[in-house]
């Protein structure tokens, strides 16, 4: 009951905010609706798309750097992954943009690599503190490893797993803006463009749609979540 009211709470709060700014700027938002709504659908597409592969990537990963035979090199490994998010976000877009051209292409890819890390730490992490008991219980009845992965070290893996789920999509969802510099299609449309026309109600309402759009996402994912959870006997 406790989450339903911190999450009710939160999302009258924000909804207040939003519907603020957008009241305040009520003109601004009709004058560019049309723009509003085609940069967020393809804001929407680009994160998509990256997490989708960013989310199979990284939870494949994690499943293969959790199994013993890699247990000695997976931190090692896991510091490859490290690469997007040590490297300034502008020059992961020059080095997508040199590898892919121009275009939706290295936007994805440039997004994908800002957020495979938390989902393969997370992953990893989930999977390798699954309490031996478990395994051994499973083990007992004669599972199969393939059998014990499915039914037993991932369901109970899965909220660190979703956690770094969320991490990486607040980071796709607020680094997905700059793909506009590369010729991919986002918010970014809005937000630079006012910055560079000096149009701050423009400028604002792409930064408001997009902070917009990283909130809504993680409530989605957090509610999606705790539901998942709750039926499966998993939340603490």
């Known amino acids: 009951m406790t989450f339903w009211r911190k999450s009710l709470l939160s999302v009258i709060l924000f909804t207040l905010t939003i519907l ?10 009709y004058k560019y609706q049309e723009d509003l709504v085609y940069y967020t659908t393809q804001h929407l597409m680009l994160v998509g798309q990256s997490m989708f592969i960013a989310i199979i990537t990284g939870v494949g990963l994690g499943i293969i750097l959790s199994r013993k035979r890699l ?92 956690a770094g789920v969320r ?14 510099l590369i010729g991919g299609d986002s918010l970014g449309g809005l937000i630079f463009p006012g910055i560079y026309l000096n149009n701050q109600e423009q400028l604002i309402i792409g930064a408001t749609a997009t902070a917009a759009l990283a909130l809504i996402i993680d409530g989605l994912v957090s509610v999606g979540g705790y539901v998942y959870l709750s039926k499966r006997g998993l939340n603490s």
């Open 20 to 29: 603020s700014i957008f009241f305040w700027l009520k003109d601004a938002v």
């Open 167 to 180: 991490t990486a999509l607040a980071i796709n969802v607020g680094t997905a803006p700059l793909s506009f």
């Open 71 to 162: 247990s000695m090199q997976a931190e090692k490994i896991i510091q490859l992954f490290n690469i997007g998010n040590t490297i300034p976000t502008m020059a992961v877009l020059a080095l997508a943009l040199v590898l892919l051209g121009i275009g939706d292409g290295p936007a994805i890819l440039a997004l994908f690599m800002a957020s495979i890390l938390p989902i393969v730490r997370n992953s990893y992490e989930g999977l390798r503190n699954i309490s031996p008991s478990l395994l051994e219980s499973a083990k007992g009845i004669g599972m199969t490893p393939w059998q014990s992965l499915w039914r037993v070290e991932l369901p109970n893996a899965t909220p660190v797993i979703i």
